[in-house]
T-cell receptor, first 114, second 114 residues
Framework: DAGITQSPRYKITETGRQVTLMCHQT?????MFWYRQDLGHGLRLIYY???????DKGEVPDGYVVSRSKTENFPLTLESATRSQTSVYFC?????????????FGPGTRLTVL | AQSVTQLDSQVPVFEEAPVELRCNYS??????LFWYVQYPNQGLQLLLK??????LVKGINGFEAEFNKSQTSFHLRKPSVHISDTAEYFC????????????FGSGTRLLVRP
């Protein structure tokens, strides 16, 4: 299917476990982003990637790890999940970094850490 | 530091009534401005954006927004809402010196009643 997809859509895990959220886009966009959405905070940028093998921190990177070995995939890993990481996670992609190019968002992953 | 303020967390309105969703921002540099909409259980979609030129911007689904530099505002308006407009609306900015980094407000839930 064309577009940007995220898996799983829902995930429940326990404190201390490792969790990986997947993001896949079919447009060959250079830029990809991970955001978390919490009540009262809107969306906050966790990590972004300008191209394969190029990643950088956003506003709230602590506790997260990303990789980008292929242009189309941008997985987000919580190495040791904590309750404060309970959130909705959105992946986005864009052809370039400029504001003239829209960021396209995936449907989100709702993560609950018990 | 820059910030985006959406003072109304929820706006209830009757179908076919006009609506205005407020957005104010603060930034030490000029910004680009955006409105995104999030329908239930979906990712964010771009409604409209202001990059330059006319301060009145028209977007999809009959929405428009007006950039007011002196009041640092970018309020979203629609003259007649439909039930299907029920969604969460996010205002966001990109600083002109940071290209990609979207900074979101906390969101306004528009609830359209019959």
């Amino acid at each position: 299917d064309a577009g940007i997809t995220q898996s799983p859509r829902y995930k429940i895990t326990e404190t201390g476990r490792q969790v990986t959220l997947m993001c896949h886009q079919t447009w060959s966009h250079s830029y990809m982003f991970w955001y978390r959405q919490d009540l009262g905070h809107g969306l906050r940028l966790i990590y972004y990637s300008a191209a394969a093998d190029i990643t950088d921190k956003g506003e709230v990177p602590d506790g997260y790890v990303v990789s980008r070995s292929k242009t189309e995939n941008f997985p987000l890993t919580l190495e040791s999940a904590t309750r404060s990481q309970t959130s909705v996670y959105f992946c986005a992609s864009s052809p370039s970094a400029g504001p003239t190019d829209t960021q396209y968002f995936g449907p989100g992953t709702r993560l609950t850490v018990l | 530091a820059q910030s985006v303020t959406q003072l109304d967390s929820q706006v209830p309105v009757f179908e076919e009534a006009p609506v205005e969703l407020r957005c104010n921002y603060s930034s030490s540099v000029s910004v680009y401005l955006f409105w995104y909409v999030q329908y239930p259980n979906q990712g964010l979609q771009l409604l409209l954006k202001y990059l330059s030129g006319s301060t009145l911007v028209k977007g999809i689904n009959g929405f428009e927004a007006e950039f007011n530099k002196s009041q640092t505002s970018f309020h979203l308006r629609k003259p007649s809402v439909h039930i299907s407009d029920t969604a969460e609306y996010f205002c966001a900015v990109i600083r002109m010196d940071s290209s990609y980094k979207l900074i979101f407000g906390s969101g306004t839930r528009l609830l359209v009643r019959p």
